[in-house]
């Protein structure tokens, strides 16, 4: 993977909402980052050191991915 640079303003925005080590789903990544690729900007902030998890839940009979930030990425 070619992850961008941890100075992007794309990844600075997700790691912006991430930082509070609070869940967050993909639609408030979204609002809150403005990205739309989620999934990918956490893939990135991984290559970069970061610990994030995602845990897949069903709420109210709909598929809901919850972002957590553990550990920030290095640098």
């Known amino acids: 993977m070619n ?3 941890l100075s992007s ?4 925005r997700v790691l912006a909402v991430l930082k509070d080590g609070q869940e ?3 639609r408030a990544i979204v609002r809150k980052a403005r990205v739309m ?6 893939a990135e902030l991984r290559a ?5 998890e995602c845990s897949p839940r069903i709420v ?4 809901r991915f ?3 930030m553990k550990k920030g990425p290095k640098g």
């Open 3 to 5: 992850a961008a640079p």
């Open 9 to 12: 303003p794309r990844l600075q």
């Open 24 to 26: 967050h789903t993909t």
């Open 37 to 42: 690729a989620v999934n990918a900007c956490v």
């Open 48 to 52: 970069h050191g970061a610990e994030i």
């Open 60 to 63: 109210k009979g709909q598929r």
């Open 66 to 68: 919850y972002y957590r």
